[in-house]
């Protein structure tokens, strides 16, 4: 898997709130047509583990098959249609690309196993 990791901050006059119901509602249905896009999760960041770590809204992870397949999505128009949509937000983000490791996974996950 090849990701791009978005991680944002709400512009000055919004909540919090509003911002996360805008990503996961009005902004989300234009992200999920991006061409290529396998996966999509979304972190709604509520404290931070430290002072220098404040500040953060939320945390977005968009998954592709490969490096190519997300500059393929970040060529379209559904994604010109998406950085439209945020304009002149002034919000804050970070956003990075790079291939997925997976460096544990519970084996009660894998075997679909609770336990019980």
Known sequence: MYN??????????????RFIGWWRGEHAELTRQLPGLRSWRH??????????????????????????????????PQWAAAVAQVGDMRGRRIAVMGGEWEM?????????????
């Not at 972190?43 to 997300?70: H, I, K, M, Q, Y």
């Open 4 to 17: 791009l990791v978005l991680l944002a901050a709400r512009p000055p006059e919004w909540t919090h709130e």
């Open 43 to 76: 972190t709604d960041l509520d404290a931070a583990l430290e002072p220098r770590s404040e500040g953060w809204d939320g945390l977005s992870v968009l998954g592709f098959d490969t490096a190519e397949d997300l500059r393929k999505a970040l060529d379209s």
């Open 104 to 116: 544990y996974a519970d084996p009660a996950q894998r075997t679909g196993h609770t336990g019980a």
